[in-house]
C-alpha cells in the first residue's frame, strides 16, 4: 500500500513517514501543497495524508484540485478541530479527518480502514480459498497455520488479494509496493510471487505473462 | 374678576390667577408624585410617557385658550351692560331735583318713565336713596334692594348693579338682569369645552400615532441589537429607511457591532492560531514517542528522537512564554519598569548576545550607535533590540549585512535595524506585527520562531510611548525603525 504523506512540519513529516513504513506502507513524502498536489496528480496512491495548513498552497486547495482527476482517499490532518472545518473538509471531498495531537495507532488504523473501503472491502478480513489475510493485523494464515511474509511479500499479497478477480500490472506493483526511497528492481517483483507461491500454494497467484499478476 | 383666595392656610386656584404658588398643595404633592413616577417609568412606556407630557401641555394651552377667551367675552359683555347701567343712572341724578341740601325730589323723563317700566327677566330697575340712606324712590314697588355701602358697580344675584352719587346726598342705583349674557356664557363655554375636548382627544390621537411611528425604529434598533450576540455578531440593524437621528443612531450601533466583531474574530483567529501553534509541536512529540516506543531501538534512533521531542518541547515554550507575555500585556499586568538609562550601551549588550549566531550564520553585524538617554524597561528594551536583530540574523542571506544604528531625532531616540536579507513582500507587511503572522511559515518554524517576537516588539514600542516602522524590499532587505521618546 503506498501512502502519499503531506506535512510540512520537517519532524512529523519524517516521525509519520517512519511510522507508516514501519507498519508496511510505502510512503511518498511532500513539504508543500504544490509538491503534494503534482506527486497526488501523477501516481495512483492508495491514500494521501493531507496536512491543511500547507505553505505555498494549502491543503484546502490542493484537495479541490486533486478532486478534479482523481479518487483517491485522502485523510485530512488538522491542528483545527472547529466542526466548521471538519465539514468543510469532508464536504470539499476529504474521506476522513483527524485532529492534532493524534494517536499514530489511530491514523494508520484509519487509514486501512480507508483503503479497504476504497476497494469496497469494508472488512479487514480476506479469504481467498484456504488462505485467509488480516489487513489489520497483518498476518497471513494457510489452513489455520500461520505463514511468515516479509513486509514486500504482504505488501504484494494484500495488493493482489484487495484487487481480486482484477489484473494488477507490474506497474501497479511498482506504484504501490514501493515507495520513493526504495530501490526498484523488475525481476524482484519475480522473486516475491515465488515465494508467495511456494508459502501459500502454487496456484494461488495466475501469471499473466507480458501483462501482470491475478488471484481469481 | 380672578382671585386667590386663602382659605384655612390653602391655596385654590381661581381662574385667571396664574401667578398663584400652589407648590404646598396637597394637589401638588400628589401631581409631583405622579410625574416622578412618568419619568422614571420603563423604557417600554416611553410612548405613553410622551403622550402624557404632550397631553398636559396641549391641556394647559388649550386651559388657557380658553379661559383667556371666555373672561375677555364675559368681561366686554358686562362692560357693555355696565356702560348701560352708568349712563341711566347719570341721567337718572339729573332728574334729581334739589330742593335742599339735604332734600330732593324725582322727576323723570317720558322716555325715563317707558325704559323702566319694561318687563322681563332682565328689566332694569332703579332706586334712589337719601343721604340717611332712605328709600325715596324705585322703578317697582316690590323690588327690595340692600342699601349699597358706597358708590360702583357690582354683581348680585343675575344681576349688574351700577350705583353713584346724585345731588343732595342721593345715591342712584340701577341694575339690570343679565341672564341673556349668562345664557350666551353658558353657550360660549360649552363651544369652548366641545371644541377644546375634540381638538385635545384628535392631537392626543395624532400624537400616540405619531409617537408610535417614531418609536418604531427604536423597537427595530433593540430588537437587531438583541439578536447580537457573541455567538451571532453578523446582525445588523436596517438603517435604510431610519429617520437621520435614529438613522444616526443605528449606524454608530452597527460600527460598534463592526468593531465587537473585528474583535472576536481576531480573539477567535488568535485562539485558533495559539492552538494551532501548540497543537503541531506537540503532535510532533507524541508520533515521535508512539514510534520510538513501538519496539526496542538503536541508541542513535533514541538519541535522534529524544531531539525531535526536545526540539518541539523547546517551540512550545517560547510559543508559551509568548502567548504569556502578550497575555499579561492585553490584561495589563504586564508593568514597565523604567529606569533612566543610555540606550547605546544597552543596544551594544543585547547585539553582542547575538555575535555567535551571526557567525554561525556568515552574517557580518555593524553597530553605529550615539549615546541617548532615555527612561525605557531596561529588560523589554533588551528584548525589543535582541527580537529585531535577531530577526535580522535569521532572514538574512549567507555572507550578508546587519546595521543597528542609534541616534538622535527631533529629541527621540531613533533605532534603526537593516538587514540585506530576502525582504517581506509588499502585501505582508501590514500583517508581519499580527500574532502568529508569518511571511515564510517553513523557515520561521525551521528557524525556531514562535510567530510572536513581532507582536511583542510592538507591544514593547508602543507601552513606551514609542512608533515601529518597516520598509522592506524582496530580495535587497528589511528596514525597521523604531522611535522613542525620551519617556
Given at each position: 500500500m503506498k501512502i502519499l504523506l503531506v506535512e510540512d512540519e520537517e519532524d512529523l513529516l519524517q516521525v509519520i513517514g517512519t511510522a507508516l513504513r514501519e507498519s508496511g506502507f510505502s510512503v511518498d513524502l511532500a513539504a508543500d501543497g504544490e509538491t503534494g498536489l503534482a506527486k497526488g496528480e501523477s501516481e495512483d496512491y492508495d491514500a494521501i495524508v493531507l496536512d491543511?495548513?500547507?505553505?505555498?498552497?494549502d491543503g484546502w486547495a490542493v484537495l479541490s484540485e486533486l478532486r478534479k482527476t482523481k479518487t483517491t482517499p485522502v485523510l485530512l490532518l488538522t491542528a483545527r478541530d472547529a466542526v466548521t472545518d471538519r465539514v468543510e473538509g469532508l464536504n470539499r471531498g476529504a474521506d476522513d479527518y483527524l485532529t492534532k495531537p493524534f494517536d499514530l495507532d489511530e491514523l494508520i488504523a484509519r487509514l486501512r480502514a480507508l483503503i479497504r473501503r476504497s476497494v469496497g472491502s469494508p472488512s479487514p478480513i480476506v479469504t481467498l480459498g484456504t488462505v485467509e489475510i488480516d489487513t489489520a493485523a497483518r498476518t497471513v494464515t494457510k489452513d489455520g497455520q500461520p505463514v511468515e511474509l516479509s513486509a514486500k511479500e504482504y505488501a504484494l499479497l494484500e495488493l493482489l488479494a484487495l484487487h481480486r478477480g482484477r489484473l494488477v500490472t507490474r506497474t501497479m506493483i511498482y506504484e504501490h509496493i514501493y515507495g520513493e526511497e526504495d530501490d526498484t528492481l523488475s525481476n524482484v517483483v519475480d522473486v516475491y510471487v515465488s515465494n508467495l507461491r511456494r508459502k501459500l500454494g502454487g496456484e494461488l497467484i495466475e501469471t499473466r505473462r507480458g501483462q501482470g499478476y491475478i488471484i481469481r | 374678576m380672578t382671585k386667590g383666595v386663602r382659605e384655612s392656610g390653602r391655596h385654590y386656584l381661581v381662574i385667571g390667577?396664574?401667578?398663584?404658588?400652589?407648590?404646598?398643595s396637597d394637589l401638588f404633592r400628589h401631581s409631583d408624585f405622579v410625574i416622578r413616577a412618568f419619568l422614571t417609568?420603563?423604557?417600554?412606556?416611553l410612548r405613553l410617557k410622551l403622550l402624557i407630557w404632550y397631553a398636559a401641555a396641549l391641556l394647559a394651552v388649550t386651559a388657557a385658550f380658553g379661559s383667556l377667551l371666555y373672561l375677555d367675552f364675559r368681561r366686554s359683555l358686562y362692560d357693555e351692560v355696565d356702560g348701560r347701567l352708568s349712563r341711566q343712572a347719570t341721567a337718572l341724578a339729573g332728574s334729581i331735583q334739589p330742593e335742599s341740601e339735604r332734600s330732593f325730589y324725582v322727576e323723570l323723563a317720558a322716555e325715563q318713565v317707558a325704559y323702566f317700566d319694561q318687563d322681563g327677566e332682565s328689566a332694569p330697575y332703579y332706586a334712589i336713596w337719601d343721604r340717611a340712606g332712605?328709600?325715596?324712590?324705585?322703578?317697582?314697588?316690590?323690588l327690595a334692594i340692600p342699601v349699597p355701602a358706597a358708590p360702583g358697580a357690582w354683581q348680585r344675584g343675575d344681576g349688574r348693579e351700577h350705583a353713584l352719587q346724585g345731588p343732595a346726598g342721593s345715591l342712584v342705583l340701577v341694575g339690570q338682569g343679565t341672564h341673556e349674557e349668562s345664557r350666551r356664557l353658558a353657550r360660549l363655554l360649552a363651544i369652548i369645552l366641545v371644541v377644546g375636548s375634540a381638538v385635545l382627544v384628535l392631537t392626543l390621537a395624532a400624537g400616540w400615532f405619531l409617537t408610535g411611528r417614531a418609536l418604531a425604529p427604536i423597537k427595530r434598533i433593540s430588537e437587531a441589537a438583541a439578536t447580537v450576540s457573541a455567538s451571532n455578531l453578523a446582525a445588523r440593524i436596517d438603517?435604510?429607511?431610519?429617520?437621520t437621528e435614529l438613522g444616526e443612531l443605528a449606524t454608530t450601533i452597527n460600527s460598534t457591532f463592526d468593531r465587537l466583531q473585528g474583535a472576536f474574530d481576531q480573539q477567535t483567529q488568535f485562539t485558533a492560531d495559539a492552538s494551532h501553534e501548540l497543537r503541531t509541536p506537540l503532535s510532533i512529540v507524541l508520533a515521535q514517542a508512539d514510534l520510538t516506543l513501538k519496539r526496542v531501538r538503536s541508541v542513535p534512533e533514541y538519541r535522534d528522537a529524544l531531539e525531535t521531542i526536545r526540539r518541539s518541547a523547546r517551540r512550545m515554550k517560547s510559543v508559551v512564554e509568548g502567548l504569556l507575555v502578550l497575555a499579561r500585556a492585553d490584561t495589563g499586568a504586564l508593568a514597565l519598569v523604567k529606569e533612566e538609562m543610555d540606550l547605546a550601551p544597552a543596544v551594544d549588550d543585547a547585539c553582542r548576545l547575538l555575535t555567535p549566531l551571526a557567525a554561525e550564520r556568515g552574517v557580518q553585524l555593524e553597530m553605529r550607535l550615539e549615546p541617548f538617554s532615555a527612561w525605557v524597561d531596561r529588560e523589554r528594551f533588551a528584548e525589543l533590540v535582541a527580537n529585531l536583530v535577531g530577526n535580522a540574523i535569521r532572514y538574512n542571506r549567507e555572507g550578508g549585512r546587519v546595521e543597528v544604528r542609534l541616534r538622535r531625532q527631533n529629541g527621540e531616540a531613533l533605532l534603526e535595524v537593516a538587514d540585506t536579507g530576502i525582504g517581506i513582500p509588499e502585501d505582508e507587511l501590514p500583517h508581519i506585527?499580527?500574532?502568529?503572522?508569518?511571511?515564510d511559515k517553513a523557515r520561521s518554524r525551521a528557524l525556531g520562531g514562535s510567530g510572536l517576537g513581532l507582536a511583542i516588539t510592538k507591544w514593547v514600542v508602543e507601552a513606551h510611548g514609542g512608533k515601529i516602522t518597516v520598509a522592506s524590499k524582496v530580495g535587497a532587505g528589511t528596514t525597521f525603525v523604531v522611535v522613542l521618546p525620551r519617556g
Open positions: 491543511i495548513m500547507l505553505p505555498r498552497l | 390667577h396664574w401667578s398663584l404658588d400652589i407648590r404646598h417609568m420603563p423604557f417600554g412606556s332712605q328709600l325715596v324712590d324705585q322703578s317697582h314697588p316690590a438603517v435604510a429607511e431610519m429617520e506585527f499580527e500574532r502568529f503572522y508569518r511571511v
